[in-house]
């Protein structure tokens, strides 16, 4: 995986401009790749990259884009440098000078939104395969373990680490290899085991069908560790379940079903003797592309429904159809794990579960702790060298 983007990084500086056509409102483009793109006037001054318009040690903007006239059109452009650069004067005599590769990399005339990360792969039980594994040594201490760790992370959704040392304190080392750990109502970390006065059924050993932890924040946390510590209890296997091959699924078979997820909020709710956690969202929710972006879904914490007379029958028919699907046998992945091992996954796509369990057979003792998502893409592109402008 991360060996192809290397490549896709060098192809990118072969890159060159073949031609351009210019209008009034944008410069079409043809790439020596066979593409070809419009670039708004207004677009391409804004990204003059020279001093004078980004800070040289920050990359920030300094150019005032709502300074610059709305019709600007350059005075002069052409190709330099073997086709390499594009060249261009403005009407008051400021020059800029952009990269093919740069324009190819950011070309959105009929492309979707880019984040800079890695496709996505929806999975079932069919098409995984092995599970998506890495060695926690591998995360401490390469970079190269790190990147590909967090490259299933994204692409997957889930990664199972293991051979980290069954002790109080490791999963919070490993867990800031990729960011800041995530604070919340439950602590920095936790402790997920059979507990005498739980706020929360994960602290008893009942089943917990499959979920997404604290879909009653605005923010639920995004990277989940759960590392396991004993597990010597009878039951309490553990599930894992991909909420966007999930959605996926209910959209080609059920498409108004997947349409009023998207659309009615799911009302939730985390109470206690200290909180009253609120937060409504859909419980699929899109992105600008129209990609899913995040699952909620934790029927335990929907608070008192509220919806429009239509929608309330709507909201239950639609949660209903994905919950059918969701516990279809091809969905669930089903393992124990075991002490030693860290099941970390996207909380706000891959759903997690567990069976119930036997509290009188044997100790489960796992330990857990968020990291958001943010963390952990911009530990990808630093890695990937990608941070620049
Ligand atoms: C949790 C949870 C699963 C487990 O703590 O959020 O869902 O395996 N735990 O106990
Ligand atoms: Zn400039
Ligand atoms: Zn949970």
């Not at 402790?191 to 089943?207: F, G, I, L, R, W």
């Not at 009878?234 to 080609?252: M, P, W, Y």
């Not at 206690?272 to 992105?287: M, T, V």
């Not at 709507?314 to 002490?339: N, Q, S, W």
């Amino acid at each position: 995986m991360t060996h192809l983007k290397k490549e896709e990084e060098k192809m990118r500086d072969q890159v060159s401009l073949k031609s351009l056509t210019a209008s009034d409102m944008a410069l079409s483009i043809e790439f020596s790749t066979g593409l070809e793109s419009r670039f708004h006037w207004l677009w391409l001054r804004e990204n003059c990259h020279c001093a004078e318009c980004h800070h040289p040690q920050t990359w920030e903007r300094i150019v005032d884009t709502f300074k610059i006239d709305p019709k600007i059109k350059a005075k002069s452009y052409e190709l330099t440098s073997e086709g390499t650069i594009l060249s261009l004067t403005w009407p008051d005599g400021h020059k800029t000078e952009i990269k093919a590769g740069w324009l190819i990399d950011h070309a959105y005339d009929g492309h979707r939104v880019s984040n800079g990360l890695p496709e996505i792969k929806y999975w079932s039980t069919e098409n995984l395969g092995e599970r998506p594994s890495v060695e926690a040594a591998d995360v401490l201490d390469s970079e190269e373990g790190l990147k590909e760790f967090i490259t299933q992370l994204r692409v997957y959704g889930f990664s199972i680490v293991k051979n980290l040392a069954p002790e109080m304190g490791k999963v919070e080392e490993l867990a800031k290899r990729v960011g800041y750990l995530r604070d919340t109502h439950f602590g920095i970390d936790f402790t997920v085991e059979s507990k005498p006065d739980p706020n929360n059924v994960a602290y008893t050993s009942v089943e917990l069908k499959a979920h997404t932890d604290l879909p009653n924040l605005e923010s639920p946390p995004g990277i989940q560790f759960l590392h396991c510590l004993q597990f010597e209890a009878t039951g309490g296997e553990s599930i894992l379940v991909d909420g966007f091959a999930v959605a996926d699924q209910l959209r080609k078979e059920n498409p108004k079903a997947y349409d009023d997820l998207t659309r009615i909020p799911v009302n939730y709710r985390f109470v206690d003797k200290e909180w009253d956690l609120r937060w409504n969202s859909p419980a699929i929710r899109l992105d600008y592309n129209g990609e899913m972006e995040e699952i909620r879904y934790h029927n335990a914490l929907t608070a008192t429904r509220e919806a429009g007379f239509d929608d309330m029958t709507a909201i239950y028919e639609g949660l209903r159809a994905y919950t059918e699907v969701l516990r279809r046998p091809e969905f669930e992945l089903k393992f124990k794990l075991e002490p030693g091992e860290v099941m970390v996954f996207h909380n706000r796509r891959v759903l997690h579960g567990r069976g119930e369990f036997d509290p009188n057979s044997g100790p489960r003792m796992l330990r857990g702790c968020y990291v958001d998502c943010d963390q952990a893409w911009s530990k990808l592109r630093v890695l990937q060298g990608m941070n620049h402008l």
